[in-house]
């Protein structure tokens, strides 16, 4: 079983739609989640570390349900600009992080 | 702001040749780190060191050495380039000791093996 996937996509939404990823993980004690994004060609972007209370950040929200072992990511009123891979990342204990393979999004006019 | 710079964005380099590959952070990290990303498999962690002349082994440490001398600095080294080491090679670095504090990348660095 990986580490963590998630679904690659591509999802190809129109411009301000919402959109939903889900990722999930194999390692219980795992301790922090993040998600990153990553621009074609360009180096994977911090956008938000998910609590485990779940936060927001303007039309990011983060959730995470230890539980069931998965972590959401919803983007609200999608922007032509949105358009990335988005990379869950989880990090068990230790130093290393374990990266998923990234979800595709195209956010069209 | 964080700032980890790699020195070269592109680099061609032919088979059997002794390639290194340099990253520098200027925040204080303790923590850095090697990646490699190739299409279909996400990032695969090389190595990384959790203090100067530390080095630990990631997933894929075959044919791969490092050097911290110093502590802003992580070099990756391609003892005898081969092709199937052609990459994008992507250095990270973050603060404290365990993995809960995000990491953050530098450029990345193409790398083309012939």
């Known amino acids: 079983r990986k580490e963590v996937e998630q679904d690659p996509g591509p999802f190809n939404v129109p411009e301000g739609a919402t959109v939903a990823f889900n990722c999930t993980y194999s390692?219980?004690?795992?301790?922090?989640f993040f998600w990153y994004r990553q621009d074609c060609r360009k180096e994977p972007k911090l956008l938000m570390s998910?609590?485990?209370s779940g936060n927001e950040d303007g039309r990011f929200t983060a959730q995470l349900n230890r539980a069931s072992q998965y972590i959401s990511l919803l983007i609200r009123d999608s922007k032509l600009s949105d358009s990335a891979t988005y990379l869950c990342?989880?990090?068990?204990?230790?130093?290393?992080?374990?990266f998923g393979k990234g979800t595709s999004l195209l956010v069209t006019p | 702001d964080v700032k980890v710079t790699q020195s070269s964005r592109y680099l061609v380099k032919r088979t059997g040749e002794k390639v290194f590959l340099e990253c520098v952070q200027d925040?204080?990290?303790?923590?850095m780190f090697w990646y490699r990303q190739d299409p279909g498999l996400g990032l695969r962690l090389i190595y990384f060191?959790?203090?100067?002349?530390?080095?630990e082994k990631g997933d894929i440490p075959e044919g791969y050495s490092v050097s911290r001398e110093k502590k802003e600095r992580f070099s990756l080294i391609l003892e005898s380039a081969s092709t199937n080491q052609t990459s994008m090679y992507l250095c990270?670095?973050?603060?404290?000791?365990?993995?809960?504090?995000?990491?953050?990348f530098g450029d990345g660095t193409r790398l083309s093996i012939l």
């Open positions: 990342v989880v990090a068990p204990s230790g130093y290393a992080l374990n």
């Open positions: 390692n219980s004690a795992s301790q922090s």
């Open positions: 998910v609590y485990s």
């Open positions: 925040m204080d990290h303790e923590n």
């Open positions: 060191s959790y203090d100067v002349k530390m080095k």
């Open positions: 990270a670095s973050n603060s404290g000791t365990g993995s809960n504090q995000p990491q953050h």
